[in-house]
């Protein structure tokens, strides 16, 4: 299922817990398979759970408890919205709407080209900063207000065309 060099990353991340704690580096885990396939899929999830030695549903429990982990295939570019109080308070369903209005997709959607999937998000941590999102899971992105928004995306879609 996994090539040898993911099998060869997971021994690297097991290697860091003692041998009866294996299933420890499910995160790591579920991470590269997701950066090398772009989702986890439930094949992928039994497979890790093989590997660690745990059941499926607890690998299948980690997978549906984060929202970083994708369960399907999403855009290129993955919007993570913040929409819990303190950014709602500052214009985060706001941002989340403007960005689907502006893509024409729904929330949780992704758009008819694969570019840009928007989703909301529970808090990322930067509350002061609202509203935020968060781009890829990695990139924190501040102040997003609807001019920011606009910017973002036209910027991305410019790097996706360079890369064409």
Known sequence: MFS???LARFAREVAKYPADQKQSAVMA??????QEQGHVSAENEKGIAEVLGMPPIAVHEVTTFYNMYNQQPLGQ???NVCT??????RDGQEALDHLCRKLGVEEGGTTADGLFT???SECLGACADAPVMLVNDRQMCSFMD????DELVATLQAHAKQKA
């Open 29 to 34: 885990c579920l991470a590269i398979v997701q």
């Open 146 to 149: 609807n001019a920011r928004l």
């Open 118 to 120: 928007v989703q909301k």
């Open 84 to 89: 819990n109080l303190p950014c709602q308070l």
């Open 4 to 6: 040898e060099s993911t």
């Open 77 to 79: 570019f993955k919007f």
